[in-house]
């Protein structure tokens, strides 16, 4: 039976027909894997995704966690999965032998990872948090820190999170208060409050590892102003004892959690830090562990953040594939009204995937989901070239292209992605508003997506007023080259001329914009329109990324499988046809400066 939550299929097209993923086994790093041990991964994720994690999807939702004013409650299955996860060696997937890892490629671990965000992205958080963080101390941390609180997290020990935002500052990081107090024995004391905190609290786990975004006070016992005064500290749920077991409570307490419209099967609370209802080793403040170097705080949690930006951009479109397959099984067998030609009302009824509204709506939801999908799927190859490619120059310049595209593949799944699960649920008529069916749940899970990691406009200011321009404009150059070979390419396809030169155009224009915003002289009318800028970036990357698709399916029609590849092409004419277009007037407000937004006055409204 095919799967309602990923296409094997279209995964397996995408890593071994374009991202060429078995090139990798000839680097020293990969040198132990093929395309068997890539497949037996992607077997083991699966089968551990569809038995145990989908099969809780619902209930999890529905029997969300509750906190009792000690600890948070959920439902059994959650521990019973997170623990085939772990046994299954998951947590260290992509690590180093010598951490118990597989030295799985990035691509083949997220491409595995992508059946868990699907099945049950509530559920699947918990892991993926606790990646990132050890990810990041891997790269920041000591080797004490590595071996006290890395090591028990690839292990499913311990889990992790990340503690960014507050109660007052939001996505303003550089107004965060939390104090962190240096002590004489090299720790640091910590003071003050962090919300939407994602897998903050719960009972999963031995422990939990926190990394959290404080101030150093100055001489003064100030706290510096902006970002230059954030360090980044461990503050574990408990302290550890010398044998690294779990110890006493250090005081970090959950005040409360946070009621969203999705992910509800992942705690979202509000933390205190040092609120003095314990007192570890006598003393009040949560006890904390410098990571890196002080007052580096936020460039050493932006391995985290960026991380998982790309995450959140591939659990958008896990959310939208798995509502896509929904739809189109819905459609396949719900038979209701006949063919305009046919008027006997005693004829049969057709199922619904012949009205051709209906294929609209299920061509443009596969449109955006394997688009989607190929975009982080590129992005995560693009990690694999950053750390393994042979030349320092291919490092860089991966590194530069996966630059500029975090924010796109963070933010384009989430407004397009999720508007596959809008789709789906229109698919599914009345009955797709019902909790009896799970494409409303996928809507409310996905909806949160856009704001997780940073909003559009704050994705669109990243890329427009700093990405574009970085390197004076080397990693926009970059990607345009990227592009151009694809294009003469194309070019030499006379099915795909036509779209070639479609994208050649939106390309020019978005050259010649972005250089027409930066020259204008007044940065907020530069940065006024930004979330349309973004919008334009991410359609035109999206179409070259179909175009690249469509380059391997042409002269496939008397192949075994043509019904696969005629399907892609069927996809890329849609996104040229009625997504490419869309671009052109979001195009000519932004050239004009359009000043219409930035102009309005509060008292206005």
């Known amino acids: 039976m095919q799967s309602k939550i990923l296409s094997r299929r279209d ?65 059994p299955e959650v521990k019973q999965a997170l623990n085939a996860f772990r046994d299954a060696g998951l947590l260290a997937a992509g690590q180093d032998f010598e951490y118990g890892g597989m030295q799985l490629p990035c691509v083949v671990e997220k491409a595995g990872f992508a059946y868990f965000k699907g099945a049950n992205v509530g559920t699947a958080s918990y892991p ?16 004490e820190q590595i071996n006290s609180f890395v090591k028990p997290m690839l292990e499913g ?38 919300m939407w905190i994602s897998a903050g609290d719960h009972e999963l786990s031995e422990n939990i590892v926190h990394l959290v975004l404080a101030k150093v006070p100055d ?42 419209m999705g992910y509800r099967g992942t705690t979202n609370c509000l933390l205190n830090f040092g609120e003095g209802k314990f007192k570890p080793l006598g003393k009040a403040g949560a006890v904390g562990y410098l990571v890196g170097t002080l007052h580096r705080g936020l ?59 209906v294929k609209r709506m299920l061509l443009a939801q596969k449109s955006y989901v394997e688009g989607g999908l190929a975009l982080t799927l590129y992005c995560a190859r693009l990690v694999d070239e950053e750390r393994t490619a042979t030349t320092s120059e291919a490092r860089q310049h991966a590194a530069m292209i996966l630059e500029i595209l975090t924010p796109i593949a963070k933010s384009w799944p989430s407004q397009w992605c999720l508007e596959a699960n809008n ?41 427009l007023g700093r990405k574009v321009v970085m390197q004076d404009g080397a990693a926009l150059e970059a990607m345009g080259e ?48 930004a979330s349309a800028y973004l919008e334009v970036f991410g359609h ?36 040229f046809h009625w997504e490419l277009p869309k671009v052109h007037p979001l195009l000519d407000l932004l050239g004009n400066i359009d000043t219409t937004t930035y102009e309005m006055q509060d008292n206005w409204f």
Not at 177 to 188: C, F, I, L, M, S
Not at 243 to 254: F, I, Q
Not at 498 to 514: E, F, I, M, N, P
Not at 563 to 572: P, S
């Open 423 to 463: 789709l789906a649920i229109q698919v599914h008529g009345g009955y797709g508003y019902t909790r009896e069916y799970n494409v409303e749940q996928f809507y409310r899970d996905n909806r949160l997506n856009p704001i997780h990691e940073g909003t559009h406009g704050i994705q669109g200011l990243d890329l």
């Open 299 to 357: 460039g050493n949690m932006f391995h985290m953040m960026n991380e998982a930006r790309i995450g959140v951009g591939l659990g958008a479109v896990m959310l939208g594939y798995t509502g896509y397959l929904h739809a189109l099984d819905y459609a396949r067998n719900r038979p209701q009204g006949r063919s305009p030609l046919n008027k006997d009302p005693s004829a049969p009824q057709i199922p619904i995937i012949q009205h051709t509204d």
């Open 128 to 143: 993926f948090l606790t990646i990132g963080n050890a990810n990041t101390l891997l790269k920041c941390g000591t080797p």
């Open 11 to 75: 995964l397996e097209f995408l890593l071994y027909e374009w991202l060429d993923v078995e090139s990798l086994n000839q680097r020293t790093r990969f040198e132990d894997h093929n395309r068997e041990t890539f497949n037996a991964a992607l077997d083991t994720c699966e089968q551990i995704a569809t038995e145990l994690f989908a099969t809780h999807n619902k209930k999890n939702d529905q029997n969300e966690p509750h906190f009792d004013g000690e600890v948070v409650h959920m439902i």
């Open 157 to 194: 020990r311990f889990f992790g999170t990340m503690c960014l935002s507050e109660p007052q500052a939001g996505s303003s990081l550089s107004d965060i208060v939390t104090r962190a107090e240096p002590q004489e024995d090299g720790t640091y004391r910590l003071t003050g409050n962090k």
């Open 219 to 260: 001489e003064n016992g100030q706290l510096i102003a902006g970002v230059k005064g954030i360090s980044l500290f461990i503050v574990p749920k408990y302290l550890l004892n010398l044998d690294g077991s779990s110890g006493e409570r250090n005081d970090v307490v959950l005040a409360g959690l946070n009621h969203k």
């Open 482 to 529: 990227l592009m151009h070979k694809t294009l003469m390419r194309a070019a030499n396809q006379p099915e795909l001329v036509a779209y070639g030169k479609a994208l050649a155009r939106a390309l020019q224009r978005l050259a010649q914009v972005t250089k027409q915003l930066h020259a204008c002289g007044d940065t907020n009318k530069t940065l006024a329109n």
């Open 540 to 575: 035109a990357v999206v179409a070259w990324i179909w175009l690249e698709q469509a380059l391997l399916c042409i002269g496939k029609e008397h192949h075994h499988d043509a019904d696969f590849y005629a399907g892609k092409l069927q996809a890329c004419k849609y996104f």
